[in-house]
């Protein structure tokens, strides 16, 4: 609440009076009760959700659509500080060549206020060009001069770091695929750039593009790297608390409004990974409400894909994978992935609905989506993903009891095994030595073998190159693959 609480209060009483009437006469008897609620009152989510009476499903539906409609209502009256500002710094022509040289500069010092106080560089680097101008005969021209090169140089860092963040997300999203330690370097490389262009300045944006990186770096990649784990002077708490203060200071600014989801979703990741699931769940109503739009609107701030992963990680922590199924829309995924640019994030899309089908034991529709994937991206330089893929579908395939498509995609799968790292192809092959001790109809010591590979294939899965790590590979994973599987006679694999 504590969001809407802001930018309900930023609102005069008129305007608020306004949107309150609008939403009465629409019938939106909830989401006006809500906005009363908000406006008035500093109650928290859970307060909110038992005056309301809804569940907390509803309720983050509501507080997001509120939101939206806030939204539209403010861009109707167009009384945003900043789209003033920059009408403003769009007319100095006519302020310059029209009116008094008096006039012309008292305005420009106006301008210039204002326009540091919302940390807006490129308006602030015409306004400065400007300036040189009407000074261009007096001493003070060469201090206009420098400023207009302070914030050219400005505005240059924070093309820079909005690019440096992109390159970040899609960096991850090779290294997520791939697994290769190249990848790591190099974000280790994006990281360090972007603290050293965040130094140079004493600018709270670049201080936010900053801090999405090293959030994301310390949840995502450090655990893996231990090397790569600097010392930081500031621990991911202090930052979002940080962050928080940033964007109370800028309620209005045009990205922080965008922005503040994607903290949202860190603190989802950052409580989840550290196992305080109840604060986790504060955040995740809202992320898995608007995923959407964080993977297709945001991607270049962060890699929003990892969110499915993560979010089978959180069910299995709530030990309720099986609610994965239950809330997946397929026609809302047919519709929504087409305007996905991304191709790491299609392949994790459809792993992730596949995975949302193996936990409710509906197989042969997790072979559709695995089939459609394989058809639909060509998965040959992403070896990791491509081979995580195969194992599944031998996995799936074998509990299908489906012995030519298995015995195909096995074959495969060991000569490939022979092409990879001696560690990695362990990996896999410890995996299929369970598959076919499965699938096989010998029945002398089945459950002693299966435990054994069991074992030997969770000894071995372990660090950066974990795979298949969406399946619960316990006593009961062992029951799943000791069930009836095909004769004994058709279903010899050469192990």
Known sequence: MKTLNVILKQLSEEDYRDFYNSLQESSADKSSQL???AREHNY??????QILDVNPSAFYTLKFRLKQKI???VLQRLDIPQLELI??????PHLMYTQPREIALAVLKKLEKDLQGYDLPFELMRVYR???HLYFHTSDYYTYSQKYNQYLAY?????KAEDLVAEFSKTYSEYLLTRESIAVEKMVTIKGELENVSRMYNSHRLYIYKSIVAIFFQLFVAPHYPHTALDSDETIEEILMKVDAIFDQYPNDPYYVHLEIIFNYLRFEYYRHYGILQKAHQYFEEINLQFWHLIIHLSTFVYAPQFLISKVHYYQQLDNAAALYEENHPEDFQEKIQHVPDVSAIIIIKRYLAISCYHVKEYREAIRYLHQLRNEVSLKKYTVIDIEIKLFLALLYCLENELELYKQIYSTLKRQ?????EDFGEIINSFLKLTAVSISGQASHREAKLLHALYRFNELNQGPRRILDFIKTDREFI???MQPKVNPSNSNVDM
């Open 479 to 481: 029951k799943l693959l």
């Open 155 to 159: 505005t240059l860092a924070i093309d």
């Open 87 to 92: 009408k403003q710094v769009n007319n100095l």
């Open 417 to 421: 095994a022979k092409t990879v790292s």
């Open 130 to 132: 400007a300036f040189k």
């Open 35 to 37: 906005l009363k609620l």
């Open 71 to 73: 939204q539209e209502f």
């Open 44 to 49: 928290s989510d859970a307060e909110a959700i």
